[in-house]
Nanobody
Framework: QVQVAESGGDLVQAGGSLRLSCVAS????????MGWYRQAPGEPSLVAKI??????TYADSVKGRFSISRGNAQNTVFLQMNNLRREDSAVYLC?????????????WGHGTRVTVSS
C-alpha cells in the first residue's frame, strides 16, 4: 500500500507563486509515477506528472508556468507554480501510481486548496 500527503496550498494574488509538496509513504519502491491533479469542481484533471525515469507531462494550461520536480528522496515531489491565475484556483491532489504485481493502483492524498485572488 502507498499513502500520500500534500501541503502548501494557500491564498495568493494573481501573478504570485506557490510551491506544493507531496510525500509518499508505505510501499514506495512500487511507485511508478507521482503527479498533481486539480479539482475545481468535478473530476480531477492532470496538472503535471513525473515518472520514475524522470519523464514529465504537463497540462497545456500550465506549461511554462508550473514545474514538477522530485526531492532527493524519490518519494517526494514538488509543484512550483508561478504566474498564478484565478482559473488555477482549485483543490490540488497528489497521486502516486504504483505497481505491486499483480495490482496496479493510484493512491490519492486528501488535497490542498489553492485560491488565487485578483
Amino acid at each position: 500500500q502507498v499513502q500520500v500527503a500534500e501541503s502548501g496550498g494557500d491564498l495568493v494574488q494573481a501573478g504570485g507563486s506557490l510551491r506544493l509538496s507531496c510525500v509518499a509513504s508505505g510501499s514506495i519502491r512500487s511507485i511508478t509515477a507521482m503527479g498533481w491533479y486539480r479539482q475545481a469542481p468535478g473530476e480531477p484533471s492532470l496538472v503535471a506528472k513525473i515518472s520514475r525515469d524522470g519523464g514529465v507531462t504537463y497540462a497545456d494550461s500550465v506549461k511554462g508556468r508550473f514545474s514538477i520536480s522530485r526531492g532527493n528522496a524519490q518519494n517526494t515531489v514538488f509543484l512550483q507554480m508561478n504566474n498564478l491565475r484565478r482559473e488555477d484556483s482549485a483543490v490540488y491532489l497528489c497521486a502516486a501510481e504504483y505497481y505491486e504485481d499483480p495490482v496496479v493502483g493510484r493512491a490519492w492524498g486528501h488535497g490542498t486548496r489553492v485560491t488565487v485572488s485578483s
